[in-house]
């Protein structure tokens, strides 16, 4: 079974502060994904990387960072949180190749900025 | 650019009953179609999928799905529903961009209530 893990299912910020979202997979797989999904907007794609230290800005990037430097491991990085960061953050991986296979989707992780 | 609509912001649905789902799309190519279902406090899990041949595909608990190409909808649908699928459902379309990776564009949600 293709495994996502997201390091806190929850978790409290103040504003300002830097957080560090972490999700690693365990397939091996090349892209993997970082969307924020919200009541009445449905999941937003933030960026996306197809290799190590390969990133694309995806629909909402404004005020997020993100980093690869190994294949298992794709971080999201809010430089200063504010408060409307508040969200669910998913994280997805799926391979890669000639046609498109589905991703698989993180447990996500409930973040609150205060 | 690629869009996702679901109708149907909730839905109500007797146990027992017949379901449908509705997703229309906008792609400017063939699309490739993926029904996904949360429950509450859980990630995404794959119901289903459509690349190209049969329109109407098979997955897992029981749904199924049609591609109606004249139409640019993808409707869910299951025979007799369970208490158990109470959950949230998003239709979401992926365009092939030659082997890299390719985001999702969602639909905003149907969430599906199951009465007694």
């Known amino acids: 079974d293709v495994k996502v893990t997201q390091s806190s299912r929850y978790l409290v910020k103040r504003t300002g502060e830097k957080v560090f979202l972490e999700c690693v997979q365990d397939?091996?797989?090349?892209?993997m994904f970082w969307y924020r999904q919200d009541p009445g907007l449905g999941l937003r794609l933030i960026y996306f990387s197809y290799d190590v230290k390969m990133k694309e800005k995806g629909d909402i990037p404004e005020g997020y960072s993100v980093s690869r430097e190994k294949k298992e491991r794709f971080s999201l990085i809010l430089e200063s949180a504010s408060t409307n960061q508040t969200s669910m953050y998913l994280c997805?991986?799926?391979?890669?190749?000639?046609?498109?296979?589905?991703?698989?989707f993180g447990p996500g992780t409930r973040l609150t900025v205060t | 650019a690629q869009s996702v609509t679901q109708p149907d912001i909730h839905i109500t649905v007797s146990e027992g009953a017949s379901l449908e789902l509705r997703c229309n799309y906008s792609?400017?190519?063939?699309?490739?179609l993926f029904w996904y279902v949360q429950s509450p406090g859980q990630g995404l899990q794959l119901l289903l999928k459509?690349?190209?041949?049969?329109?109407l595909v098979q997955g897992i608990k029981g749904f199924e799905a049609e591609f109606k190409r004249s139409q640019s909808s993808f409707n869910l649908r299951k025979p007799s529903v369970h208490w158990s699928d109470a959950a949230e459902y998003f239709c979401?379309?992926?365009?092939?961009?030659?082997?890299?990776?390719?985001?999702?564009?969602f639909g905003k949600g149907t969430h599906l209530i199951i009465q007694p």
């Open positions: 459509y690349f190209s041949g049969d329109t």
């Open positions: 979401a379309v992926s365009g092939y961009s030659g082997g890299g990776a390719d985001g999702l564009t």
């Open positions: 997805a991986s799926s391979f890669q190749g000639r046609g498109i296979y589905e991703q698989y």
């Open positions: 792609y400017g190519a063939t699309p490739y």
């Open positions: 397939m091996d797989h090349e892209n």
